[in-house]
C-alpha cells in the first residue's frame, strides 16, 4: 500500500463552484498534513497544514480525519487562477521524512 | 522572503555525462531534501539531510548519483553517468526541522539527457 494515495482527477468545475478532494494515508503515527499547490512545471508551494481541528485559509477548508486515515481539502468559489495540482504531503515519523502523493489536478473552467 | 535558491533552471546533456545541481537553502534550515519528480507523478525523495549528515538516501542510486552538504548549509546533487531516464525535474527544500514541519521548495533544475 502506498503511503500517500490521491484521486488523481482531473477535475474540471466552472468557476464559482465548489470541489473537494481527499488524500489517504497509510500511517496511523503521523502527525503531520499539509497540502502543496503546484502550477504547470513549477515548484510545489505551501498551500496551508492541515490541523486536528480543521482549518480554513480564505476560500480553501482543510480537514483531518484521524480515524479514517484521510485528509481533505475543499475549494469555494473556485477561479480560473485555483487550476492546478494539489499535492497532499505528509510526514513519515519512523523515517522522519515527508511522502507526498501523486497529486489531484484541478482545472477551472470560465 | 526567504526562498532556496537552485541552479541551474534548465540543464541538457548528454547521456553518459556528468551533471550537477546545485541548492542553497533558507538560512537556518536544518533540514534539506532532494526530490526527484517525473511529469505527471509526485515528488520522490531521493537523499535527506540532518546539517551536514544523511538521515536518508534509501532511495538515492548510488552507482551513479552522489550528494554532499559538507558545511550543513549547501548542497550538490551530482549524476554520472547521466541516463536517458534520469530526465525530470530536481528540487530542492528545505525545513527548519525534520519532518514535521513545512518544507520550502526552489524553483528546480529541469534535467533533459538526449
Known amino acids: 500500500r502506498k503511503e500517500v494515495e490521491q484521486d488523481p482527477g482531473p477535475f474540471n468545475v466552472p468557476e464559482g463552484a465548489t470541489v473537494a478532494f481527499n488524500c489517504t494515508y497509510s500511517?496511523?503515527?503521523?502527525?503531520?498534513f499539509f497540502w502543496y499547490r503546484q502550477d504547470c512545471r513549477k515548484e510545489p508551494k505551501l498551500l496551508m497544514s492541515?490541523?486536528?481541528s480543521g482549518n480554513e485559509d480564505g476560500r480553501f477548508t482543510a480537514q483531518l480525519n484521524r480515524a479514517s486515515q484521510y485528509i481533505s481539502l475543499l475549494i469555494r468559489d473556485s477561479k480560473l487562477s485555483d487550476s492546478a495540482t494539489y499535492l497532499c504531503v505528509v510526514n513519515i515519523p519512523d523515517d522522519y521524512k515527508l511522502s507526498f502523493g501523486a497529486g489531484t489536478t484541478v482545472t477551472v473552467r470560465a | 522572503e526567504a526562498e532556496v535558491a537552485q541552479s541551474p533552471r534548465y540543464k541538457i546533456t548528454e547521456k553518459s555525462q556528468a551533471v550537477a545541481f546545485w541548492c542553497d537553502p533558507i538560512?537556518?534550515?536544518?533540514?534539506l531534501y532532494w526530490y526527484r519528480q517525473i511529469l505527471g507523478q509526485g515528488p520522490e525523495l531521493l537523499v535527506q539531510f540532518q546539517d551536514e549528515s544523511v538521515v536518508d538516501d534509501s532511495q538515492l542510486p548510488k552507482d551513479r548519483f552522489s550528494a554532499e552538504r559538507l558545511k550543513g548549509v549547501d548542497s550538490t546533487l551530482k549524476i554520472q553517468p547521466a541516463e536517458l531516464g534520469d530526465s525530470a525535474m530536481y528540487l530542492c527544500?528545505?525545513?527548519?526541522?525534520?519532518?514535521?514541519?513545512?518544507?520550502?521548495f526552489g524553483q528546480g533544475t529541469r534535467l533533459t539527457v538526449v
Open positions: 500511517n496511523s503515527a503521523s502527525q503531520s
Open positions: 538560512s537556518g534550515h536544518a533540514t
Open positions: 492541515v490541523y486536528s
Open positions: 527544500a528545505s525545513s527548519f526541522a525534520r519532518s514535521n514541519t513545512e518544507a520550502f
